[in-house]
C-alpha cells in the first residue's frame, strides 16, 4: 500500500505540537507492515536546510501561486516538498510571523498545500500514485475538497489531532480557492457565515480518526466539541 500524508509539520523538522510527533512516527511504524508513505510538506526555512534534496519534480501554478515540488529524504523520512519561498519561507513559526501574529495569508498557505496534495493523488507523479491520503488537522484538511471536486477517486483520511483549531477565515476568500460554489454550504465548508477548513475535511473526507479513543468520544460533547461536537 502507498500512503500520501499530507503535514503541515513533522518531527524531527518542525514541530509545534503532537501533530507533528504522528506525522513523523507513523510512517516508521507502517514500513514494518510493508507500507510505503510520502510525507507533503511545506518548504518552510528549517525545513529546505535540512533535508537531503532529491530531484526537483514539478513546476506547477497553483491559486495563482508558482510552486515547485521536490524529492527529498530526511533520516529515514521519504518527503515531498513544497518549495514555495513566497508563502513558506518566512521567519516565525509555521503559522505565525516573528511578532507572535498569525501570517494573513494563512488561508493560500495551506489551501496551496491541499490543491498539491490532490494532484499528486491525481496522478501528478509519473510511476507513485496514493492508494490513501492521510491528512492531519485543518492545515491539510481542505485536501479532501479538492479531490472531490476534481473527481479523484482515491479515499482520505482525516485525523483530527486539536480540535481547537479549525482554519476559519472570512467568506471572502472562498472564490479564491477554486472550489465549486456549491461547496460554501453548511453541508460543506460554510460555518456561521465564514469559511472552515477543518469543517470541509470533516465533511468530504472518506474516514475520520483522532488521536486515541478517549478523545474521538470527547469531541462528541458539547462542551468539547468547539462548535463541530454535533457535525461530527
Not at 519534480?57 to 519561498?85: F, K, M, N, T, Y
Request: contains cysteine; glycine residues 10%.
Amino acid at each position: 500500500m502507498k500512503i500520501l500524508s499530507v503535514t503541515s509539520e513533522i518531527y524531527p523538522l518542525v514541530k509545534t505540537g503532537g501533530l507533528a510527533d504522528v506525522a513523523g512516527s507513523l510512517p516508521l511504524a507502517l514500513q514494518q507492515h510493508g507500507v510505503e508513505t510520502k510525507t507533503l510538506l511545506p518548504g518552510y526555512p528549517v525545513v529546505m536546510e535540512s533535508v537531503a534534496r532529491g530531484p526537483r519534480l514539478a513546476d506547477l501554478d497553483v491559486l495563482g501561486q508558482g510552486v515547485g515540488l521536490i524529492s527529498a529524504r530526511h533520516e529515514d523520512l521519504e518527503l515531498l516538498i513544497l518549495d514555495c519561498p513566497a508563502l513558506f519561507y518566512r521567519q516565525g513559526g509555521p503559522y505565525i510571523d516573528e511578532n507572535g501574529v498569525d501570517h494573513a495569508d494563512n488561508w493560500k498557505r495551506f489551501a496551496t498545500l491541499s490543491k498539491v496534495a490532490a494532484q499528486i493523488a491525481g496522478g501528478l507523479l509519473p510511476g507513485w500514485q496514493p492508494d490513501v491520503v492521510h491528512t492531519h488537522d485543518w492545515q491539510s484538511a481542505l485536501t479532501s475538497a479538492y479531490l472531490r471536486a476534481s473527481g479523484i477517486d482515491v479515499p482520505s483520511l482525516l485525523t483530527i489531532h486539536n480540535l481547537a483549531f479549525q482554519g476559519q477565515f472570512a467568506a471572502e476568500i472562498f472564490p479564491l480557492l477554486d472550489l465549486p460554489a456549491s461547496f460554501f454550504s453548511t453541508e460543506c465548508m460554510e460555518y456561521y457565515g465564514d469559511v472552515c477548513f477543518l469543517k470541509a475535511g470533516i465533511c468530504m473526507a472518506d474516514v475520520l480518526t483522532t488521536v486515541s479513543p478517549t478523545y474521538a468520544r470527547e469531541i462528541l460533547t458539547e462542551d468539547l466539541g468547539m462548535g463541530l461536537g454535533g457535525l461530527l
